[in-house]
């Protein structure tokens, strides 16, 4: 019991003195061995004389306890004094955690769950599948994509063979064309020709319904003769048969009245004949008039259908000329249809990356966490399904204070005392230095110009790699605690 109280009067004193210089007290093996030998040898000594000597007068025993004391503050000090050493060499903290890269699995497109592959906390290699989402409806648009990339490669399939065809028919064409605007203009003249020959004739007919009807009126003029003379003949005739009745004239007499009485009707039928006749030649002129009006009529039409040929040839001659500017517009067809070839191959391999997307690979060696999903659960673009925690890849950020920072330098060594392992040390280097304080980077950075100021001896997070890659025996997590210590001297 007595060198157990020894050990902890020598211990706090230790402590005691550590607390003056201004440093938290650390353990260190070998001189706490050294302390405890040179206590219980002081100690022991006392005790075997305390143990002899029980009897001892008050004045003897109250000067053994000084020499105890005396003793035993001598220790302290120099324990102090040998830590005080020691511990300026160095520069820890305990405000040091270990961080290390954590990769956030999220999908890029939308759908159902229809496969996991792994489990929370399960060890995954970099190109592992985690999951499989169902990949129908990006099939399916794989497919629309694929058909139109199809229908814009026979367009322009169609626009080159159209391009071709117009280079090969132009000329042809052209010189058809031109052909035809000779042709049609040659028979424009013809039917004017003709036209005009309708129209002499048509004044040729209407000349010889003239004559006719001067013919018809010259001819009527005769039958009043005619009929008078008729008229004349039957009165003789009447006379002479009265008197050849009464036999005051002769046989002879009265077949010269019969003669002229004949005579007079045939004339008379005669020139109604001519009237007749002169009547039909009328009618036959102006016949012919209607018929030399139709045909000029005719000929008038054949004109203008031949002047419309001679129109539609120059028109199919201009249609022959603007070929280049066809073979441009096709060239221009053949340019978009190009375009949406290009269009669609980029939308083809959109489906077919979104098809990829389907399956979630491992991006990293790691383990799995924070797995929050399960099958035929839909998921959206960017959620999270998983964490991937990079335990190969870890370093120490340790939070030191601004005050700690004087002799530190970028490549310094580091004892790292991790929480989880008490009895097992890693080795580091200083990495780098954040160039500002934490508090200057947090969410709501502290205004230090409105109300009363505090001064706050502010920290620098320092990064630390370690000098050997974590083991399989010892794992080091991000969030894990330690604490680090900078030998600076």
């Known amino acids: 019991m007595s060198e157990q109280r020894v050990e902890k009067q020598a211990k706090e004193c230790v402590e005691k003195q550590a607390s003056k210089n201004g440093n938290r007290l650390n353990s260190n093996k070998i001189d706490d061995k050294i302390l405890h030998s040179e206590v219980l040898a002081s100690e022991n000594e006392p005790a075997k004389e305390t143990k002899s000597n029980e009897t001892l007068p008050p004045s003897k025993k109250r000067r053994?306890?000084?020499?105890?004391?005396?003793?035993?503050?001598?220790?302290?000090?120099?324990?102090?004094?040998?830590?005080?050493?020691?511990?300026?060499?160095?520069?820890?903290?305990?405000?040091?955690?270990?961080?290390?890269?954590?990769?956030?699995?999220?999908?890029?497109?939308?759908?159902?769950?229809?496969?996991?592959?792994?489990?929370?906390?399960?060890?995954?290699?970099?190109?592992?599948?985690?999951?499989?989402?169902?990949?129908?409806?990006?099939?399916?648009?794989?497919?629309?994509?694929?058909?139109?990339?199809?229908?814009?490669?026979?367009?322009?399939?169609?626009?080159?063979?159209?391009?071709?065809?117009?280079?090969?028919?132009?000329?042809?064409?052209?010189?058809?064309?031109?052909?035809?605007?000779?042709?049609?203009?040659?028979?424009?003249?013809?039917?004017?020709?003709?036209?005009?020959?309708?129209?002499?004739?048509?004044?040729?007919?209407?000349?010889?319904?003239?004559?006719?009807?001067?013919?018809?009126?010259?001819?009527?003029?005769?039958?009043?003769?005619?009929?008078?003379?008729?008229?004349?003949?039957?009165?003789?005739?009447?006379?002479?048969?009265t008197l050849y009745n009464n036999g005051d004239i002769s046989k002879q007499s009265l077949d010269q009245a019969t003669t002229a009485l004949q005579t007079a009707q045939a004339q008379l039928e005669a020139a109604r004949k001519q009237v007749e006749a002169a009547q039909a030649r009328v009618g036959e002129a102006?016949?012919?008039?209607?018929?030399?009006?139709?045909?000029?009529?005719?000929?008038?039409?054949?004109?203008?259908?031949?002047?419309?040929?001679?129109?539609?040839?120059?028109?199919?001659?201009?249609?022959?000329?603007?070929?280049?500017?066809?073979?441009?517009?096709?060239?221009?067809?053949?340019?978009?249809?190009?375009?949406?070839?290009?269009?669609?191959?980029?939308?083809?391999?959109?489906?077919?990356?979104?098809?990829?997307?389907?399956?979630?690979?491992?991006?990293?060696?790691?383990?799995?966490?924070?797995?929050?999903?399960?099958?035929?659960?839909?998921?959206?673009?960017?959620?999270?399904?998983?964490?991937?925690?990079?335990?190969?890849?870890?370093?120490v950020i340790a939070n030191f204070k601004e005050t700690q920072l004087e002799l530190m330098r970028v490549g310094q060594s580091v004892e790292i005392k991790v929480d989880a392992y008490p009895s097992q040390t890693f080795h580091g280097r200083i990495e780098s230095f954040q160039v500002g304080t934490g508090s200057r980077f947090s969410l709501l950075p502290p205004e230090n110009a409105t109300g009363n100021f505090v001064k706050v001896v502010q920290r620098i997070p320092v990064k630390i790699a370690f000098d050997e890659k974590p083991d399989n025996v010892h794992l080091l997590a991000p969030g894990m605690s330690v604490e680090p210590s900078v030998k600076v001297r």
């Open 64 to 241: 053994l306890s000084y020499i105890i004391l005396s003793a035993v503050a001598l220790v302290a000090i120099i324990g102090g004094l040998l830590y005080w050493i020691y511990s300026r060499q160095f520069e820890s903290t305990d405000d040091a955690f270990i961080e290390g890269d954590i990769v956030q699995i999220s999908p890029k497109v939308s759908a159902y769950i229809s496969k996991i592959y792994v489990k929370n906390n399960q060890l995954v290699h970099k190109g592992d599948l985690l999951v499989e989402l169902d990949p129908k409806d990006y099939e399916a648009k794989l497919e629309q994509a694929k058909a139109q990339l199809r229908t814009a490669q026979a367009q322009r399939t169609q626009s080159l063979a159209q391009e071709n065809l117009t280079r090969k028919t132009t000329e042809a064409s052209k010189n058809q064309a031109s052909s035809n605007v000779q042709t049609a203009k040659s028979n424009v003249e013809q039917t004017r020709a003709a036209a005009d020959a309708k129209q002499s004739q048509i004044r040729q007919a209407q000349t010889a319904v003239k004559t006719a009807q001067a013919n018809l009126a010259q001819i009527r003029t005769q039958i009043p003769q005619a009929q008078a003379n008729l008229d004349l003949a039957q009165k003789e005739f009447n006379r002479r048969q």
């Open 286 to 395: 102006q016949a012919n008039v209607v018929t030399a009006q139709e045909n000029y009529r005719q000929s008038l039409a054949q004109v203008n259908l031949t002047q419309s040929q001679v129109n539609e040839s120059a028109g199919r001659l201009q249609d022959a000329e603007a070929a280049p500017e066809r073979i441009a517009v096709n060239q221009s067809q053949i340019g978009t249809a190009e375009a949406s070839i290009e269009q669609a191959e980029v939308a083809v391999h959109q489906a077919e990356l979104e098809l990829s997307y389907t399956k979630i690979y491992a991006p990293e060696d790691g383990y799995v966490t924070r797995k929050t999903i399960e099958e035929g659960q839909i998921v959206q673009s960017g959620a999270a399904l998983m964490a991937i925690s990079m335990s190969d890849s870890v370093w």
